[in-house]
C-alpha cells in the first residue's frame, strides 16, 4: 500500500481571511518543539507545504466560501499536530436569528 493512502483530512471553517490563516500555519509550526517543527517549502495563493523531520509534509490549504474560510489539513504522521492548529483557529462568529 502506497504510504500517502493514510492520510487523514482535518476540516474547519474560521473567520479569518485565507492568507492569514496561511500565515498562522507557518507560524504554529514552525514554533513546535524537536520533532513537531515543520517550516515553509512551498506557498501558494491557497495552499501551504511545510516540511519536518524525516521529510515529513504537511499541506495546509485555505480558501473562501459563502459560510467563511475553509481550511483543511493534511499529513500523514502530524495529524495531532494539525488537529491543535485548526482547534487554534478562531471560529466564526455566532449567526442570529
Known amino acids: 500500500m502506497h504510504q500517502q493512502a493514510a492520510r487523514q483530512l482535518q476540516e474547519r471553517l474560521t473567520s ?12 504554529f509550526f514552525s514554533r513546535q518543539s524537536g520533532v513537531y517543527a515543520a517550516f515553509l517549502e512551498k506557498r ?5 507545504v511545510l516540511r519536518g523531520q524525516g521529510t515529513e509534509e504537511i499541506a495546509i490549504a485555505a480558501w473562501s466560501t459563502e459560510a467563511g474560510t475553509t481550511v483543511s489539513g493534511s499529513s500523514y504522521l502530524f495529524d495531532q499536530q494539525v488537529a491543535r492548529f485548526l482547534d487554534a ?6 449567526v442570529r436569528s
Open 16 to 27: 479569518l481571511e485565507p492568507s492569514a490563516v496561511l500565515d498562522q500555519a507557518v507560524q
Open 89 to 94: 483557529l478562531p471560529p466564526l462568529a455566532p
Open 44 to 48: 501558494g495563493p491557497t495552499h501551504v
